[in-house]
């Protein structure tokens, strides 16, 4: 059964405290109904391996080629983690991984992860609903977006230096993006810890939108009134924009969206056909209203 979230979650302008209301609203209907799935759904025999899901990366702070964040991200250090956590919520402060997700429910989501470089891979992550975490930080009324930044360690990232890149990388949803049910905080893939070149030890998966949203290794989650400033919108807000949702109807400047290369299937598993919203089509009403060629 594929659940469809039609209620005020889906509202651009909506308040904290209707966004709140209104999942809790949801969550109450999915307990009474049973359970639910994605519109897309996938299992774990079709996800890629985990040998190939921790060696084919894109971590640029490791360097640009696809297997060189598998070389090199083990010099990065994640004992005694911290996100910093401000903004315009109830409760700011330093939170260890256990403050910030202990307790909450860990579930196992099985997403496409679609680049914007025209590749896909089937991912079994395992998290918790960042709307949970929200809700234990507690979103303050004016708060619109959640801004997010990756840890920034030079002695380990030697790329982090790169000419026409700025780290520490950064990214941000809107409020009702970063709610929707989809939306998780990852802490593993296949049951076992993140990797850390897919981002140890907690990091954002966003399904329905190009892969570079899903920023790796958080260490400060902001919630601001303003639109936050993104690491790619910054080196060419032309090509990579904020909203960032996977559409094949608009291309990349320099190359079409329409089609995608699964990795790993092989010499003649060939191109398959990409997805508007990625097949997560209940993301949808999020958009009523927009031109996403225009926020694209
Ligand atoms: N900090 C940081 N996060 C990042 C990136 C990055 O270079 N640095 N790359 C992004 C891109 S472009 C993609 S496609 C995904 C890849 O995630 P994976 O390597 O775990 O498959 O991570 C995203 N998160
Ligand atoms: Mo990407």
Known sequence: MAYRWKNDLTRADATPRALFASRRQVLAGLAASGFATPALALGRSDANTLEQIRSYNNYYEFGFQKEEPAKHAGALVTDDWRVEVGGLVD??????????????????????????????????????????????????DGARYVAFETVLQPAAMWNANARGMDFPYVEGLRLDEAMHPLTLLATGIYGEPLANQNGAPIRLVVPWKYGFKSIKSIVRITLTAEQPITTWTRIDANEYGFYANVNPQVDHPRWSQATERPVGVGLFGGRRDTLMFNGYDEVAPLYAGMDLRVDY
């Open 91 to 140: 409760n700011p402060g330093s939170y260890t991984l256990e403050d910030l997700i202990g307790g909450l429910t860990v579930e196992e989501r099985i997403y496409r992860l679609r680049c914007v470089e025209a590749w896909s891979m089937v991912i079994p992550w395992s998290g918790v609903e960042l709307a949970d975490v929200l809700g234990r930080i507690g979103v303050q």
